[in-house]
């Protein structure tokens, strides 16, 4: 019989949503006059941009004319498109070649399709709490990983231990869960790590549009050396309302190598172009032209108001906090509060605690990794009334 992979009964279930969506189910139906406010949403909500809806609409009927229609296009991206996100990169100091740009069906892909390239035996490090894609994609290769701890104490930013090595390094900045975010300083620490490790940094950028203090860097190629170590992963899921749509983008830069059993050293950007083009076809033509509208000027400012929208909403929470002295993180420059479960419990107590008191739903930090045991994380993505009752309700836990 064919042998099936074994590295996948090493994953852990992931009950986190299912669990929620059950307990929210269960008391929904004991208590159907309750209105259920939703601040867990990890999904934007928000409608796409005229701007985007109007180059799609414009890329659909290119596809009805044999004059204009599409069929194969190159698997790393259109020019246009490729041009517009290198433009983009300028604008915020970041010069890079366009082919060092491939456009992508998101980030959660690329981040789990990256790890084709790499040997098994590398070393994985990667923070704990964080999006789960990296540890279940490198369980599912049969990696080693190890954990940093991302802590109050070290406001859930970890920084490179020179005692311990590692081979690929996954950093998420802005976080999810946390939404804390690393300066200059610090991710020159972690650049200097990888070089001196002959490391990779996997970085994802997913949630850069959230920043707004210009002295956090919205990419890693800000920081000098990284385009000899980091390979960055960005989509416009956060940044334009693109989750159901699906576009984004991953650099490589042709400044990495990785070396092989040999000991000749390849050039990652090379490699990751001939993985791209024998398993993946592209992005949808009309797709791209919806993302290079969100590069355009118009396509910018509907962009910017939309985060705008999310980050009233988040103000809103974190004011809250504020209000009744919880410590949280996050919040700023991020979607995303991430906050310790007041009365010292645990984060599946607290859930129950809210849904049953306030009926105000959130998600668990314990479903983050084991530092998320006693935090709690909410989202600005629901509306600004809902966020407002929301809060409202919360305030009266502590009366
Ligand atoms: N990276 C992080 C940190 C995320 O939180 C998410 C989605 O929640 C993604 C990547 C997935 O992004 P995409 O929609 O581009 O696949």
């Not at 498109?81 to 690329?110: M, P, Q, W």
């Not at 859930?156 to 005692?163: E, K, V, Y």
């Not at 314990?366 to 045991?373: E, S, W």
């Amino acid at each position: 019989m064919t042998k099936f992979n074994e590295n996948y009964l090493n994953l852990k279930e992931s009950y986190l949503f299912s669990d929620i969506a059950k307990r929210v189910e269960t008391y929904q139906a004991a208590n159907p006059d309750k209105k259920i406010i939703r601040l867990g949403i990890g999904d934007v909500t928000l409608p796409l941009a005229p701007s985007v809806i109007k180059s799609l609409h414009s890329a659909v009927d290119e596809m009805a004319d044999a004059a204009t229609f599409k069929g194969y296009g190159p698997e790393q991206g259109y020019d246009f498109l490729r041009n517009a996100i290198k433009d983009y990169y300028a604008r915020n100091g970041v010069e890079l070649d366009a082919d060092e740009i491939f456009v992508s069906d998101g980030a959660k892909s690329d981040t789990g399709n990256i790890t084709d390239m790499f040997a098994v035996d590398n070393t994985v490090l990667v923070p704990d709490p964080v999006y789960p894609v990296y540890v279940d994609t490198n369980t599912m290769n049969g990696r080693k990983i190890i954990y940093m701890d991302g802590t109050a104490e070290n406001g859930f930013l970890p920084m490179p231990d020179p005692n311990v090595h590692a081979d690929i390094i996954y950093l998420c900045s802005p976080n999810n869960p946390t939404g804390a975010a690393y300066n200059k300083q610090q991710l020159k620490a972690w650049v200097d790590y990888a070089l001196e490790n002959n490391a990779v940094i996997l970085y994802d950028s997913a949630y850069e549009c959230f920043i707004e203090d210009p002295e956090l860097p919205r990419s890693i190629f800000a920081i000098e050396g990284a385009k000899q170590c980091a390979v960055e992963f960005c989509s416009l899921s956060k940044t334009a309302g693109f989750t159901g749509t699906r576009c984004g983008y991953t650099v490589v830069p042709k400044g990495i190598k990785a070396v092989a059993a040999d000991g000749s050293e390849l050039v990652l950007n090379k490699m990751w172009n001939r993985r791209q083009t024998t398993k993946f076809n592209g992005v949808p033509y009309i797709v791209q032209r919806a993302a290079a509208a969100v590069f355009s000027e118009a396509g910018m400012a509907e962009a910017k108001a939309m985060i705008n929208t999310y980050k009233v909403n988040a103000k809103i929470i974190a004011d809250t906090m504020d209000s009744v002295g919880v410590r949280y993180y996050g919040g700023i420059n991020s979607p995303y509060i991430w906050f310790e479960c007041p009365f010292d419990m645990y984060s599946w107590d607290f859930f129950d605690f809210m849904l049953d008191k306030i009926q105000v739903v959130g998600t668990p930090g314990a479903g983050f990794g084991k530092n998320g045991d006693n935090f709690f994380r909410l989202t600005s993505f629901n509306n600004k009334a809902n966020t407002e009752e929301a809060m409202e309700r919360f305030k009266t836990l502590f009366k």
